[in-house]
């Protein structure tokens, strides 16, 4: 009887110490990086402002109990970047294309709320008909610069061979401009 309770009682037990020893671990080696700024967000940041040579921060959500981007309930809205001088804010904003969740841009707006430009963090959509917006920024989104949250939207036609895609941009730049334009005090005072 002996011979077949105690080999599984034994690797429970080992089992058991080895968990302990990983939690144990893992909380003396946890680094919280919720607002840190990755290399593609800074390189996002510089491309859309090349000449703002300042720091920026992810703006945090001061009314929730944990570390968390300020998103303003915007559940497209994936962060609130801001220059330390307060004149550039970005917005990281995902939505979908033609590819769920496969447009993920950073949309730089000025301190008059107009759009300065985008950049791409990653591109989920069908290479070479979505991703012409990525590659051929002059196609399409270019099309928006200096456009505000109250602009026709439908004005810039769609990319032919990229409608979805097109529609997400559209949706995204939108969404990061009225974000900004409906939040801007509450931007701007972080």
Known sequence: MKKYIFPPLALMIICIVVCGLLVFTYKLTYKDTTGVM????KAGCEAIFPNSGGEYKILLDSSKTEK???TFGNEKVNSIILSENKENCLIEVTTDGYSKGGIHILVGIDQNGELAGTEFISCGETPGLGTKLRDQKSIFSDK??????????DKVDNVT???YSSKGMRDAIKTALEVYSDNKEAILSE
């Open 38 to 41: 990755t290399d593609d967000l």
């Open 68 to 70: 968390k981007p300020l």
């Open 144 to 153: 928006f610069k200096g456009f505000t949250a109250s602009d026709d939207f």
């Open 161 to 163: 061979g990229a409608t």
